[in-house]
């Protein structure tokens, strides 16, 4: 099949590889751009790199947070000048803080709940549509709690300090009080939007990410020809590693480049002489996942909407 030219741009955008490497990936791949990223990583031709850098979706993130209680949603636009209009921030605000009250991760939940200024979330939403002119949808949303201790939340390239492109909250359970526990939650929050975990530990990473993963390990491993012993102990160890640097708690602390999180939280509790866990967190970055050409994004938020 011809492989078009914007193929190989995403191609290489996505992997950093030749622009050859990528054409010829294609070419194998009858111009599967996933499947031929896969296949430049088992040559060594890329390095894996994140979904949020293949993001298109518009709009604004927002974060609420009451004492023990958090909750980070995603609402899209089809364009930036709309993120930007003063009617959809102020629904994006009020949305969130309805989400925050309702302690549920189910959009349709909050999309049936009572909007502050009459009717429900939905009818107002499908109001902006038609008084601005765009598609929009509220496409996600989480909630994280505590019994006790505190949520902390950060917001990267804010709009205002509750809204913006990425949004963290950090869920800190402890008996220690808000100036132990809050400095800690703003820097584990900050290495979070840097670090992008993909889950708390090890336990929590998704199946077909490690099995992908695995996959990619075995086929690299069994080139360099060594015996099927030796090459089941490299596959395990390059699964150990995409482990420990994808799970939060086992990251390097970015903020020192050398302690896993985990002993940044046990030694912050032994200072503070009180226990601190570290039980979840949110990392929402606007347009996560949304892999679609930009010309596409007005379908994926109407299916969204239910427009």
Avoid at 22 to 50: F, H, I, P, S, Y
Avoid at 56 to 77: F, H, M, P, R
Avoid at 145 to 168: C, D, E, F, Q, R
């Amino acid at each position: 099949m011809a492989i078009t030219a914007a193929a190989v741009k995403e191609l290489r955008e996505r992997t950093g590889a030749g622009m050859m490497d990528c054409k010829k990936a294609l070419n194998e791949t009858n111009g599967d751009v996933e499947a031929a990223v896969d296949l430049l990583r088992t040559k060594g031709l890329a390095a894996a790199q994140k979904k949020s850098s293949r993001t298109a979706a518009e709009g604004l993130v927002g974060v609420a947070v009451e004492g023990t209680k958090g909750v980070a949603v995603e609402v899209n636009s089809e364009t930036d000048f709309v993120a930007k209009n003063e009617q959809f921030q102020e629904f994006v605000s009020n949305v969130t803080n309805v989400a925050l009250g309702l302690g549920s991760d189910d959009v349709e939940v909050l999309a049936a709940a009572d909007y502050p200024t009459g009717g429900t979330v939905q009818e107002t939403l499908t109001n902006n549509i038609a008084t601005i002119g765009e598609n929009q949808a509220v496409r996600r949303m989480k909630t994280v709690a505590v019994s006790s201790g505190l949520i902390v939340p950060y917001m990267h390239n804010a709009v205002t300090p509750t809204m913006g492109k990425i949004g963290v909250l950090v869920a800190l359970e402890s008996t220690a009080g808000a100036d132990v526990l809050e400095p800690l939650g703003k820097q584990i929050a900050m290495h979070i939007a840097a670090a992008f975990p993909q889950a708390l530990n090890a336990d929590g990473l998704d199946q077909d990410m490690l099995d992908r993963e695995r996959a990619i390990a075995t086929e690299k491993a069994a080139e360099s020809g060594k015996p099927e012993n030796i090459v089941e102990k490299m596959v395990d160890g390059a699964m150990a590693k995409f482990a420990k640097e994808n799970a939060l708690l086992s990251q390097i602390f970015v903020m020192d480049n050398k302690t896993p999180i985990a002993q940044v939280v046990e030694q912050a509790g032994k200072d503070a002489g009180a226990e601190i866990k570290l039980t979840d967190y949110v990392r929402f970055q606007l347009g996560e996942g949304i892999e679609k050409k930009e010309e596409d994004f007005a379908a994926e938020v109407a299916a969204v909407a239910g427009a």
